[in-house]
């Protein structure tokens, strides 16, 4: 049933942009029934599962046999919450663009397809066919970007996507070497978990996959396309580029680089641990320094990724559960403050420059925005009862044993991360509390909308929800972290 | 070797035997009758001729299965060569669809005969394995390729490109006969499967490798790789629309193929090795070279361009590039990745030229503003357009994605210990930069708005049909790459 | 062992009522704040007839799993140390709620984010694993945060920011460093953790399980959560925060800030850093106590030195806190391991809480004086502005004058019993220190006494004609916590019933 996520998602993007003609209207609601399709079938397919952390194969045929691929899908818990994670971002992202009326039918045409490419990813258990997905993935992002971005929307496009796939040329030379090392002609995951290869060779190979993927995952300092992206891109882009995209290097850092080789930790846990720790705390100091609102959540995301760069380098079980519970955590709450900033304050008033915003009032104006924002401010600094807490305590403690200065380091970036907030909550909501009243404005603001409400919602729910009783997501990933995939990383970091 | 006699020989000639037939048809039938008639009427009826005429060639490749070889080696039919051959055949024919809707030149009927005497010549070179008959067929192709350049006489260029493609390419057979003229001195023999147990005796003779480098050279030419690419930008540019294509993808999947046989099959011992750092004298030294410049210096100059076609070209030359690291794996894993890639690879550019031919016919200039809006103004031209030029840079689920991935693994096979992995990691750090010059393409087509006068574009439904066709087998061979092996599996049992 | 969940209703009764306040009409907020606060006082006077004074050990306790891969647990109880907290923080926000006044108590916002403080407050003082209490500490921070913001004085920009960062980064430390003892004890559960630091077995297991940091690594934790609590208390140097957020808050969120959320710290070092490393704070005393009598003394002599109301009341809090911290400390100095040691300290100790409690009930009630005072003054709470108030508001000014002398100490009052106990417990362990806070206490009587001699008596200024004495309601308001203060400073075993046997049960394994 997990697969028909993927399934579903393709099938919706090509009707998306055949409806892009005759009835673009169309469009959205074949958007919002094939995300929301996605979500259930990911919750209901989850329970398939088997107890106590096993894998679930959701579909094995030969696909390509002159290589060794197979068109090989399979789900445990990380890939689970992970999916879920896709279809809450993917509605949340469909109903924040609920005004979207410039080509409509590809706009959508192009979310689902790079929806689709997620969930493959997600879902993926056979390498080459891993790469495939994640490969997909960025022409829709190029185009979504360019077509329908604001600032500097062809630059960041283009900057986004050569830096993907140079990020992916590197991962696709690691996949080729260990392939070819390994022999035996396969591209399975499990398979080649139980092969490993030599030390040294583990240890480059870990180095450059690693690497690759953590181009996409905005480890610092390769993290430069993402604030110009994530600011270029439209809202529901931006929600998923930064929601869920970013999980995708992450995702791969774990999938493939921990688990295939690791030997390779060993090596690099420094040089990575060290980027991840200061990614933590030098995005938070540049989000501090930002005039334009949007850049200010653009580099928070950079801040964020490094928690979960963090928890993936410790390689303890309470380190890569943070870290996957930050990537769902994250998402989330991306999502939610791009939709705030792009959705629901750019689009009515449009500017994003924090100065101009503050003489709006926005706090009388749009009161449900002002709320939606604190809460996810609050969510986003890492207060507890918001998922984020969560999240970053199992990284902290996590990593303490192995990076006890960057847990420091990263704690400090959490107080910057409290600064920044706040100081655009109060630059964008609650100032011009003081001042005279500005002039009202020539025509008043739009009032906000019930999909935005619904998206709003869904997404803060979901955030406290996760918070407040986390092991919903627990208790289907750390029986993932149990099984034999990991067992060569438990026997080396010794959990 | 089992002696052919004369019936047998026509059985095994067949589909090069129709070839000929036909081009003389063509030929003979646009003289008789279309005196009167207008080029696009007689441009549609020869076309429509050749094209029934290519697919009965093909008919006629399994209508009549293969008998070994012919003395000498001067025809072969392996298990492979049905399906280069049945390719080649599917190539042109698309090409020539592309000359359906269009009225560049009044020598419809020599143009047709040209066009199917360079396919005749492709189709030999693919289905021989004696060094003399190799020449004689790439003769053949060459210079009806020259005279069907000079054939666009809406550009002045035209015949500059044909002139200079001339020039280059006889400087090129020269040295591909010298070189050839040279390995017979040195081995005593013209057929491939002895020249090789000759030639590795002859390890470490420097009159060899100047043999090997020289007929290198000349089908260096063939597939447009550096040095010896001088002539494709001006080529690609100023031919006609069927016939660049043509070049593009029949010529060089010919020249690719021929390049293996003679290096695997002919030369296979002299190979040397061409690892980081470890380099042995042979050819696969001169081959990394190849690669390494083709590469570089096609893909930097492709970014550059402001002319669609010229793009195509510089482009091609540094696929080139990338087919020659394919080319450099072991036998085994080369063979099929080269051949799924030259073959996807020809789909994709035809697919491209088609498109620019449509813009053309309506009166657009050659350039990147041409494109502008092509989203509105015809969404199915847009669209397959991106399919072609996603392919080419290597997106999946397109083919063009795999073609590279089968050259990149096979090319590391070789010797065991990843020593060809960094032609690897060049091959695909160009890769990145040539997706920003092919997302440069798509920019103006997908992203732009229109000009406001512009106005929508219909291409002609003969056109629209093939490129939609090329567009979508593009994508099933990119989703299901197997079948394209099942096909050749299919066809080496035939 | 789960009891009827009082406590967990308690908690989160103020949250259910913050959120029916967003949803009721405009007219009955008022009346819904109201009623909510008083349902909270009465399930605290519940607590307290159920509570069982001769028992020190844990009572109401609940204990749910919570994330067991991380050793969090739902964990709730109250023991001496933290009743009378509990009921100090649903006595004041009614309170504060009354001293708001209409416009301010009418406004959903305003009162909603009351109660979440208030459920925030009820959480901090009865969770009993770390990041459970963590939780509410830090939630703590955020009504606060809005309501010095949005309902405070104009110069509050970056006060309410300010506040905010600079607990959070205390915070931040304390949590980094709670880490560290997880890993090494393998639980966040506080009860847990205080028998295994007790045992000797945390000290051992710390260099076991986190290797390469030698001797110091306790030393270091210790630091961290220290942090993270004086930055609360606050102590010097870390008090940095304090004097502009009390005076940009209204006051009657002062009055919370000051009554309640200021315990928190205290109760902290109580819950958290004594029971965890006691052999730290041992080795750390003498500069910990020197801290201390820092803090007071600073802390007498600024507050002499401020020209306002609410900075002077803002730093006597701190110098109150102060003692309250310095009774604490004794308890583990070595001295106290004698007979005649361990009952001065259990005498100090016993005076620590109960300080709490009295100084959350006179600080609060000055502070709504202050409150009820600007609303005459339209704002004004300088000195060089006020004076002679005493012949305008002659109820006023003895309403206020109690408080005043509550907060002095003076016996018969409830701060009296609270400050005599520390010192009786303070001056046989570490007489110098005691000599020293006996300085700060005659400071602080100075400025206290020049408060309200500046305020009530000399002439009356220009402000004073338009100043009309209180109103019934406002007087009703005030008559209950001065009630107490006399009750408390008459019949003190009344709020010592409650502490004592807790004390006995919790001083013991402090000192190893």
Redesign the interface.
């Given at each position: 049933m997990l697969a028909w996520t993927l399934y579903l998602s393709f099938a919706a993007a090509l009707a998306s942009f055949g409806a892009a003609r005759c009835c673009p209207a169309l469009s959205r609601w074949i958007a919002l029934l094939s995300s929301l399709g996605g979500l259930t079938l990911g919750i209901a397919g989850a329970w398939a599962l088997p107890s106590g952390g096993g894998l679930l194969t959701l579909v094995k045929v030969p696909w390509i046999p002159l290589l060794g691929a197979e068109y090989h899908l399979a789900a445990d818990g990380i890939s689970v919450v992970l999916v879920w994670l896709t279809g809450l971002a993917a509605t949340a992202g469909v109903l924040f663009s609920w005004n979207v009326s410039h080509r409509a039918g590809e706009f959508f045409g192009w979310y689902l397809t790079l929806v689709g490419a997620v969930y493959g990813v997600f879902l993926s258990w056979d390498l080459l066919l891993f790469f495939v997905f994640y490969e997909i993935a960025i022409v829709p992002k190029y185009f979504l970007i360019a077509i329908w971005g604001s600032t500097r929307r062809e630059y960041g496009a283009m900057k986004l996507a050569l830096y993907s796939f140079a990020g992916s040329a590197a991962v696709l030379i690691g996949l080729i070497a260990a392939y070819l090392l390994v022999g035996g002609n396969t591209f399975d995951l499990t398979h080649l978990s139980t092969r490993p290869l030599s030390e040294a060779s583990q240890s480059w190979l870990f180095g450059l996959i690693f690497l690759g993927f953590a181009v996409l995952a905005g480890l610092w300092p390769f993290h430069t396309w993402a604030p110009t992206g994530h600011v270029a891109a439209p809202t529901a882009a931006s929600m998923l580029l930064a929601g869920v995209i970013m999980k995708l290097g992450a995702y791969g850092c774990l999938r493939v680089a921990l688990t295939l080789f690791p030997a390779g930790l060993a090596a690099w846990a420094g040089v990575f641990g060290a980027l991840a720790g200061i990614g933590i705390l030098w995005g938070a100091l540049v989000a501090l320094r930002q005039t334009d609102f949007k850049f200010v959540i653009g580099y928070s995301s950079v801040s964020h990724m490094g928690f979960v760069m963090l928890g993936l380098v410790a390689g303890t079980s309470l380190g890569l559960s943070g870290a996957v519970f930050q990537m769902f955590s994250h998402g989330i709450i991306a999502g939610l403050l791009f939709a705030v900033v792009g959705r629901m304050v750019y689009d009515r008033c449009h500017t994003r420059n924090l100065d101009e915003l503050s003489q709006q009032r926005l706090a009388h104006v749009l009161p449900f925005t002002a709320i939606t924002f604190t809460l996810a401010g609050l969510a986003s600094m890492g207060l507890p009862g918001f998922s984020g807490f969560v999240a970053e305590l199992q990284v902290l403690t996590g990593a303490w044993t192995r990076f006890p200065v960057w847990v420091a380091i990263a704690g400090i970036g959490l107080i910057v991360g409290v600064a920044y907030t706040l100081r655009v909550i109060q630059l964008v909501f609650f100032s011009g509390e003081t001042t005279v009243p500005s002039p009202a404005p020539s025509e008043p603001l739009e009032p906000i909308s019930l999909p935005e409400k619904l998206g709003a919602g869904m997404l803060l729910t979901a955030t406290l929800v996760v918070g407040l009783y986390p092991r919903l997501l627990l208790d289907w990933i750390l029986p993932a972290l149990q099984t034999p995939l990991f067992a060569e990383l438990r026997r080396r970091t010794g959990w | 070797m089992t002696p052919l006699d004369y019936g047998e020989l026509l059985r095994t000639f067949s589909t090069e035997l129709v070839l000929l037939f036909l081009a003389g048809l063509v030929l003979f039938l646009d003289l008789r009758r279309g005196l009167g008639e207008t080029v696009a009427c007689r441009t549609r009826r020869a076309t429509g001729l050749t094209a029934v005429g290519l697919v009965f060639a093909g008919i006629t490749l399994f209508a009549f299965p293969p008998l070994g070889d012919a003395p000498g080696g001067t025809f072969v039919l392996r298990s492979l060569t049905l399906w280069l051959k049945a390719a080649l055949l599917i190539l042109s024919f698309t090409s020539l669809l592309l000359l359906a809707d269009t009225e560049f030149t009044p020598h419809v009927g020599e143009f047709c005969a040209l066009f199917l005497l360079a396919t005749e010549g492709l189709l030999l070179m693919v289905g021989t394995e004696n060094l003399l008959m190799l020449f004689i067929a790439l003769e053949l192709s060459s210079l009806s390729l020259y005279g069907l350049t000079a054939l666009n006489q809406r550009l002045r260029t035209s015949t500059e490109a044909a002139l200079k493609y001339f020039f280059v390419g006889s400087t090129a057979a020269a040295f591909t006969l010298f070189g050839i003229s040279l390995l017979y001195g040195l081995t005593g023999t013209i057929q491939f499967s002895t020249l090789a147990t000759r030639a590795s005796a002859l390890t470490g003779d420097p009159l060899l490798w100047l043999a090997l480098a020289l007929t290198i050279a000349g089908f260096g030419f063939k597939i447009a790789a550096v040095p010896f690419h001088a002539w494709a930008p001006d080529v690609y540019q100023a031919a006609p629309g069927p016939v660049a294509a043509l070049v593009a993808s029949g010529s060089k999947l010919a020249g690719f193929f021929v390049l293996l046989r003679l290096l695997q099959t002919g030369l296979g011992p002299l190979a040397g090795s061409a690892g980081w750092l470890q380099f042995t004298s042979g050819w696969l030294p001169v081959l990394a070279v190849l690669a390494l410049t083709s590469m570089l210096v096609g893909n930097l100059a492709a970014l550059a361009q402001t002319s669609l076609r010229r793009l195509v070209a510089w482009s091609a030359i540094a696929q080139a590039g990338y087919a020659l690291i394919g080319l450099m794996g072991t036998p085994e894993a080369g063979e099929?990745a080269l051949l799924y890639f030259a073959f996807t690879y020809g789909l994709a550019v035809i697919g491209v030229f088609g498109v620019l031919g449509v813009l053309e016919t309506s009166g657009e200039p050659d350039r990147f503003e041409s494109l502008t809006g092509l989203?509105r103004r015809s969404?199915a031209l847009a669209i397959c357009l991106t399919t072609f030029v996603?392919s080419l840079a290597g997106?999946?689920?397109l083919a063009g994605?795999?073609g590279k991935?089968?050259l990149?693994?096979a090319a590391?096979?070789r010797g065991g210990s990843?020593e060809l992995?960094w032609l690897?990691?060049v091959a695909?750090?160009l890769?990145?930069v040539s997706?920003?010059y092919y997302?440069r393409i798509l920019?103006p087509v997908?992203?732009a708005d229109p000009a406001t006068d512009s106005r929508p574009l219909n291409p002609p439904p003969v056109t629209l049909l093939t490129l939609i066709t090329l567009a979508a087998a593009l994508l099933i061979l990119g989703c299901?790459?197997?079948l394209l092996?099942l096909g050749m599996a299919w066809l080496s049992k035939q | 062992m789960n009891d009827w969940p009082l406590l967990t209703l308690l908690t989160f009764t103020p949250l259910a009522g913050a959120l029916l306040l967003l949803r009721v009409p405009a007219p009955w907020v008022r009346a819904t704040g109201r009623c909510i606060s008083a349902l909270g006082l009465l399930q605290v006077a519940w607590l307290l007839t159920r509570f069982d004074t001769s028992s020190g050990a844990l009572q109401l306790v609940q204990k749910v799993p919570w994330i067991p891969s991380l050793g969090v647990d739902y964990f709730v109880g109250v023991d001496g140390l933290s009743v009378l907290l509990v009921a100090l923080s649903a006595l004041l926000v009614p309170f504060a709620l009354e001293v708001a006044g209409a416009e301010r108590a009418g406004d959903r916002n305003f009162s909603a984010l009351i109660l979440v403080l208030q459920m925030a407050l009820f959480g901090t003082f009865t969770a009993l694993n770390f990041i459970h209490w963590f939780l509410h500490w830090e939630l703590a921070l955020v009504p606060a945060y809005f309501l010095i913001k949005l309902w405070g004085r104009e110069d509050r920009r970056g006060a309410a920011t300010q506040f905010f960062v600079y607990t959070f980064g205390g915070s931040v430390a304390m949590l980094v460093a709670m880490q560290a003892v997880y890993l090494a004890a393998g639980t966040f559960d506080l009860i847990q953790l205080r028998e295994l630091a007790a045992s000797g077995e945390l000290a051992r297991r710390l260099p076991e399980r986190l290797p390469g940091w030698g001797e110091n690594l306790g030393l270091l934790l210790f630091l961290g959560v220290f942090l993270g609590l004086a930055v609360k208390v606050p102590l010097v140097p870390f008090h940095g925060w304090l004097a502009p957020t009390y005076a940009s808050a209204p006051p009657c969120v002062t009055l919370l800030l000051t009554g309640a959320m200021s315990k928190m710290g205290v109760y902290g070092f109580l819950r958290i850093l004594l029971p965890v490393f006691p052999h730290q704070t041992q080795t750390l005393l003498g500069p910990l106590v020197a801290l201390a009598v820092i803090t007071i003394l600073f802390a007498a002599f600024a507050a002499l030195a401020q020209p306002d109301l609410r900075r002077m009341l803002a730093y006597s809090s701190m110098n109150h806190l102060g003692y309250a911290l310095l009774g604490l400390l004794v308890a583990m100095d070595p001295a106290a391991r004698s007979i005649a040691g361990a009952s001065a300290a259990t005498t100090a100790l016993s005076g620590v809480v109960l300080q709490l409690f009295n100084h959350g009930l006179t600080a609060a009630a000055l502070f709504a004086c202050v409150e009820l005072l600007e609303r005459r003054t339209n704002g004004v709470s300088r000195f060089d502005q006020l004076g002679g108030l005493r012949t305008v508001a002659p109820v006023f000014a003895g309403l206020m004058g109690i408080s005043v002398f509550a907060s002095l100490g003076l016996p018969g009052l409830n701060g009296f019993i609270g400050e005599f106990l520390i010192f009786a417990g303070v001056f046989p362990i570490a007489p110098l220190a005691a000599l020293l806070s006996l300085i700060g206490l005659l400071v602080s009587a100075w400025f206290l006494l020049n408060l309200l001699q500046r305020v009530f008596q000399g002439p009356l200024v220009e402000l004073g004609r338009s100043f009309t004495d209180l109103t019934v309601r406002e007087i009703v308001t005030l008559v209950p916590a001065v009630t107490l203060m006399f009750l408390l400073g008459i019949v003190p075993q009344l709020a010592l019933a409650f502490i004592n046997p807790t004390i006995q049960r919790f001083f013991t394994p402090l000192t190893p």
């Open positions: - | 099929p989203w969404p996603l997106i999946p689920p994605f795999f991935l089968f990149f693994i590391a096979r990843l992995l690897v990691v695909l750090g890769s990145v997706l920003y997302l920019k997908l992203v299901v790459p197997q092996f | -």
